[in-house]
């Protein structure tokens, strides 16, 4: 009497952990589609990002309209890049991109920096990033542009 109990504990136990196994294997795959689905997004918030520098540049709207959605992009694509499977490889494109976001969004003096800036500089370098976001070469290059050209009175040569 007592073996049988001692069996069916321990079939019991097999079965939780069997059960305990099924269940991370769902949440491993679920995890690796969501990475990939950020990875996704993030190459379509860089799209964004890049069309909205053009947009201030050729002044298709209000000057208020495209430093929104300049805005709004540069914030999706910093907090979208934490996500995807190209962060730990390439953290110093993490820092460009929150250099970014702060230099245009949380400022008072976003005007002046548009007026003296020509932001253009960055959409190739950004469509290079598209591409390959572990570029180190185009990422240092882009982290150097964002210094220089989003700030007033850059000292970088």
Known sequence: MKNISE?????????????????QFIKLFNYNQLIEQNDV???????????RIESIEESRH????????????????????RSTSFYNKNELLSAALMMLNNNLTNVSNIEDVLNENDLSILIPVIEKLQNNPLDEKV????????RKHTVIGSPLP
């Open 41 to 51: 997004e993030f190459r379509y918030t860089l799209d964004m990002l890049s069309n």
């Open 7 to 23: 069996k069916r504990k321990t079939i019991g136990v097999i079965a939780v952990l069997v059960v305990i196994i099924f269940y």
């Open 139 to 146: 990422t240092e290059e882009f982290y150097y542009l964002v």
């Open 62 to 81: 209000s000057q208020i309209v495209d430093m929104s959605g300049l805005a709004s992009a540069t914030g999706q694509a910093y907090s979208v890049y």
